[in-house]
Every structure is written in C-alpha cells, then in structure tokens.
Nanobody, 116 residues
C-alpha cells in the first residue's frame, strides 16, 4: 500500500473544466499503472481512465474525447483533465495505482459536482 493524495475536485457548471491531481509518495509512479475511477451515489465504482508505465491510455466510452489522463514524472503526479463536463460526471473520483499482482492502492477520493 502506498499513499495517494487527490486534489482538484469541486463544483463546476455544465460545459466547464476541472483538472484532478494525484500525487504519490513512497513509489515511483511511472512504474505503476495509474487509474482514475469514479463512484456516483447508488452506483458501482467504474474505471474512467488508465495510464500504463509505457504510456498507453484507456478511457471509458462515456468520457472519450473529453477527459485526458497524463503523468508528470518529475512531480510523481498523475492528472485527469476533464473538459465539457456534464451533470452525469458528478461523482467521487478516486486515484488508483497498481503494479503486477499486488493489491492496488487507492486515494481518499475527491468530489466533483457538475451543476448549474
């Protein structure tokens, strides 16, 4: 288990943008698969985007073309840039780090609310 700290959530109007950050300690983040998940009230946690150590990205169909996952190795931080936000993007967003067969580590979550 490693420490992951998310930040950047908040309240934004539909069509707006937010950038979430996830900073890791005790690990070299670029050697892990990093992921952003979200969980809306009454729903299961779902994968939003992931980034492998080789730079390969995957996205949920619902966010393709609007969200971008990226990594700053110097800052040991992974980002989720969210554009054209919709009310259905409202959820608690969690950062995740996984390597090999080890159990993944999770951040505490950051609330994103899209509302006018």
């Amino acid at each position: 288990q490693v420490s992951l700290v998310e930040s950047g959530g908040g309240l934004v109007q539909p069509g707006g943008s937010l950038r979430l950050s996830c900073t890791a300690s005790e690990i070299i983040f670029r050697t892990y698969v990093a992921g952003w998940y979200r969980q809306a009230p009454g729903k299961e946690r779902e994968l939003v985007a992931s980034l492998t150590s080789f730079g390969r990205t995957t996205y949920a169909d619902s966010v393709k073309g609007r969200f971008t996952i990226s990594r700053d190795n110097a800052k040991n931080t992974v980002y989720l840039q969210m554009n054209s936000l919709k009310p259905e993007d409202t959820a608690v967003y969690f950062c995740n780090a996984k390597r090999g067969l080890a159990e993944p580590s999770w951040g505490q979550g950051t609330q994103v609310t899209v509302s006018s």
